[in-house]
């Protein structure tokens, strides 16, 4: 599986950007993506997650902000952010989970760069 992110960019405190991931290779497999993030000096964090099924979940530092979601058709997840704030300043990596129990493996895109000013 590869990953394409994009659609990072500057934006200003309260305003609102959708980044976006294409998958492409042997997708089928896919059971869960992810949206992490890493900020300068900071370690990696998971910002949403959506799983085959359509299931979401986010941590409580973007619930209610950001948005996860899949278009089947064009193999591409994305991430809607509203209401952005400076301290969501950092790189955007997706990320997919495929394989099999007994063989787990994922992939990771090349990361989206996203700068909030105040």
């Known amino acids: 599986v590869q990953l394409q992110a994009s659609g990072g960019g500057l934006v200003q405190s309260g305003g609102s950007l959708r980044v976006s991931c294409e998958a492409s290779g042997s997708i089928s497999g896919i059971t869960v993506m992810a949206w992490y993030r890493q900020a300068p000096g900071k370690q990696r964090e998971l910002v949403a997650v959506?799983?085959?099924?359509?299931?979401?979940s986010y941590p409580d530092s973007v619930k209610g902000r950001f948005t996860v979601s899949r278009d089947n058709a064009k193999n591409t997840m994305y991430l809607q952010m509203n209401n952005l704030k400076p301290e969501d300043t950092a790189v955007y990596y997706c990320?997919?989970?495929?394989?099999?129990?007994?063989?787990?493996?994922?992939?990771w895109g090349q990361g989206t760069e996203v700068t909030v000013s105040s």
């Open positions: 959506i799983t085959i099924g359509g299931t979401t």
């Open positions: 990320n997919a989970q495929y394989g099999s129990p007994r063989n787990p493996r994922d992939s």
